[in-house]
């Protein structure tokens, strides 16, 4: 497609259960981000997709929070057990190589409430 | 010390008036400098790069100063659309390191 689509647009969930967001990302852009964003806040990295490198999983704030990438294209955010601190704004990012000199084209993201 | 740091204002500013915000970074590796734009709600969208040499879009200039780790952002004839928060961002070679700093808000008034 034209532009980062994530899905769904909007997710309330209640404490406990898991959710899964997702994130398609621009043809070609072999690159993909996790972010997030709290209300007010600034972008906190999550987790980083290059190619079929290992991602890097340095962002990811407990081990309640995964992700994959299948193919190189489509990839998965999971949240398990979810808690009323994980409501945020979860951002995609594509690029079309790893993030120098290549500015990123994020989706609209997946807000995220957690009551 | 956070490695990227923005005023987060807000810039409160009158149509036509030309403002300018600074961001400052602490890695001396850094390798590449952006500025993003993030209306309220929206997801952030690139703006511009930011060269060495400095860099024009229409009325937005980008500058950077390695030398005191600095880059800056000038509008010039302020639109009420220019209001947003405006996000500075540095990666670095040799790995993946992306930064983005927490924005500068700003609000253009008619």
């Known amino acids: 497609g034209a532009g980062v689509s994530q899905s769904p647009s909007n997710k309330v969930t209640e404490k406990g259960k898991d959710v899964e967001l997702r994130c398609d990302p621009i043809?070609?852009?072999?690159?993909l981000y996790w972010y997030r964003q709290s209300l007010g806040q600034g972008l906190e990295f999550l987790i980083y997709?290059?190619?079929?490198?290992?991602?890097?999983k340095s962002g990811l704030p407990s081990d309640r929070f995964s992700a994959e990438r299948t193919g190189g294209s489509v990839s998965t955010l999971t949240i398990q057990r979810t808690q009323q601190e994980d409501s945020a704004v979860y951002l995609c990012?594509?690029?079309?190589?790893?993030?120098?000199?290549?500015?990123?084209?994020f989706g609209s993201g997946t807000r995220l409430t957690v009551v | 010390r956070k490695e990227v740091e923005q005023d987060p204002g807000p810039f409160n500013v009158p149509e036509g008036a030309t403002v300018a915000f600074n961001c400052t970074y602490s890695?001396?590796?850094?390798?590449?400098f952006f500025w993003y734009r993030q209306d309220c709600r929206k997801e952030p969208k690139l703006l511009m790069s930011?060269?060495?040499s400095g860099n024009e879009d229409g009325r937005f200039t980008a500058q950077l100063n390695r030398a005191s780790q600095y880059i800056s952002l000038l509008i010039r004839d302020s639109k009420l659309s220019d209001s947003a928060t405006y996000l500075c961002?540095?990666?670095?070679?040799?790995?993946?390191?992306?930064?983005f700093g927490a924005g500068t808000r700003l609000f253009v008034k008619a």
């Open positions: 961002v540095v990666t670095y070679t040799g790995g993946f390191k992306t930064i």
């Open positions: 930011v060269y060495s």
């Open positions: 997709f290059q190619g079929n490198s290992a991602p890097d």
């Open positions: 990012a594509s690029s079309l190589a790893q993030g120098d000199n290549y500015g990123y084209t």
């Open positions: 043809s070609g852009h072999t690159a």
């Open positions: 890695n001396s590796a850094s390798q590449s």
